[in-house]
T-cell receptor
């Protein structure tokens, strides 16, 4: 059973389009993290959201934590080819470890 | 450069063999986490060490073991390798607050191919 479900699994769009990817769970998380991973590299932390309803912006990326702290979304405005990658959400599970979703593979075509 | 160093970057070995993956955490970080990433199972937590002691264990096979040395570098030992062990293995340091784990800093990983 996957604690964190991410959707869509794959997304291919043209440069300049907007997109939203989702991270959902039936469990409450004290925080959720978003990472971007490029081929052959480790995931890179983008943001951590902690408070229910919280919205954080990182340039063209907007992250939202659900009011009930069970879900989160990542919205990208005017996507660029450099945004291409695997987007992972993760949350603390038990002491000393986090659980990761399976990720959304985003391809932005020039 | 994340500050977390993993070696080797690539490893090709035969079934039944044993390999050792090495990780140096960021300077000053006491925790080391090992994760396995495969195509069919995503990123799976294996084990955590904190200042030389095992702190948490995840889905780590009995054929796998790890340790953290006094200089805080860690090694993940994989033995009796099977084809299904082929994956990316990541080491990470964590940023923790009073509310829990804030996030991880990952190394570039070791790509293990078992043939």
């Amino acid at each position: 059973t996957q604690l964190l479900e991410q959707s869509p699994q794959f997304l291919s769009i043209q440069e300049g389009e907007n997109l939203t990817v989702y991270c959902n769970s039936s469990s409450v998380f004290s925080s959720l993290q978003w990472y971007r991973q490029e081929p052959g590299e480790g995931p890179v932390l983008l943001v951590t959201v902690v408070t229910g309803g919280e919205v954080k912006k990182l340039k063209r990326l907007t992250f939202q934590f659900g009011d009930a702290r069970k879900d989160s979304s990542l919205h990208i405005t005017a996507a660029q080819p450099g945004d291409t990658g695997l987007y992972l959400c993760a949350g603390p599970f038990n002491a000393g470890k986090s659980t990761f979703g399976d990720g959304t593979t985003l391809t932005v075509k020039p | 450069d994340s500050g977390v160093t993993q070696t080797p970057k690539h490893l090709i070995t035969a079934t039944g063999q044993r390999v050792t993956l090495r990780c140096s955490p960021r300077s000053g970080d006491l925790s080391v986490y090992w994760y396995q990433q495969s195509l069919d199972q995503g990123l799976q937590f294996l084990i955590q060490y904190y200042n030389g002691e095992e702190r948490a264990k995840g889905n780590i096979l009995e054929r796998f073991s790890a340790q953290q040395f006094p200089d805080l570098h860690s090694e993940l030992n994989l033995s009796s390798l099977e084809l299904g062990d082929s994956a990316l293995y990541f080491c990470a340091s964590s940023v923790e607050t009073s509310e829990g784990i804030y996030g991880y800093t990952f190394g570039s990983g070791t790509r293990l191919t078992v043939v």
